[in-house]
């Protein structure tokens, strides 16, 4: 009973650093989900499964396990249930943009490295933490470097608020010979005989977004604008 004790508390220490790890990049990056949640979905998800695997051998003294018992039953439960928290750091912002996917894609990872711990993979649940570190902070910036071209692009939805609308024409021409490239353009009449003018426009990552708003608000005809990052 002792080893057996043993090997739980080093599962749960095992599942507590790893997920440890995975809160301090969500908390680093200011994420709505971080060091404690991380912390509680991996060290849960492991006891849990290891409940499940233990509970399976019910039969004191004998190594058979019985058969009407599934040792992962839990642990297969972990995984559809952890898609509820998942769903709630999902979030459509008003500009239709989607923002949490990520996130919600660590929360799924810490999960599984916490059923793998419980299950006995230390080696794997280690190896898995540092290839969704690398993926998630190391990928990225590598893919953005020698990637098409496509992947050293950023959105960012403007709104400017045009005075003459025959101005709008000349405006969205002076936005393009920036090299800033117009994906979607809206346009809506205001009460007050201006116009609201919304583009999702697509510009290099190394471009600043207070340059950008330079560029933009000395065009001719602009009264005010407003870049938001997509």
Request: net charge neutral.
């Amino acid at each position: 009973m002792e080893f057996i004790d043993t090997a739980l508390y080093m599962k749960l220490g095992i599942s507590a650093v790893l997920g440890l790890i995975i809160g301090l990049e969500r908390e680093l990056k200011r994420k709505p989900v971080g060091l404690k949640t991380s912390l509680v979905i991996c060290i849960v998800s492991c006891l849990l499964t290891v409940v499940s695997i233990e509970s399976a051998y019910i039969a004191e003294g004998s190594d058979q396990v019985n058969i009407t018992m599934d040792p992962l039953r839990l642990a297969a439960q972990i995984v559809s249930g952890i898609g509820f928290l998942g769903a709630g750091v999902i979030l459509r912002r008003g500009n239709d943009s989607i923002s949490g996917l990520t996130t919600a894609a660590m929360i799924w990872g810490a999960a599984g490295i916490g059923i793998a711990v419980g299950a006995g993979f230390y080696l794997e649940a280690t190896a898995g933490v540092i290839l969704l570190i690398v993926s998630v902070e190391v990928v990225p910036s590598i893919i953005t470097l020698i990637g098409p071209k496509r992947l050293r692009e950023k959105e960012l939805h403007l709104r400017a608020t045009i005075k003459e609308k025959q101005d709008i024409r000349t405006i969205i021409e002076r936005i393009k010979d920036e090299d800033i490239a117009i994906e979607n353009i809206r346009i809506k009449d205001l009460k007050n005989n201006q116009h609201l003018l919304e583009l999702k426009i697509i510009v290099d990552f190394r471009k600043k977004t207070t340059d950008i708003y330079y560029t933009i608000s000395e065009i001719k005809g602009i009264k005010d604008v407003e870049i938001e990052s997509l």
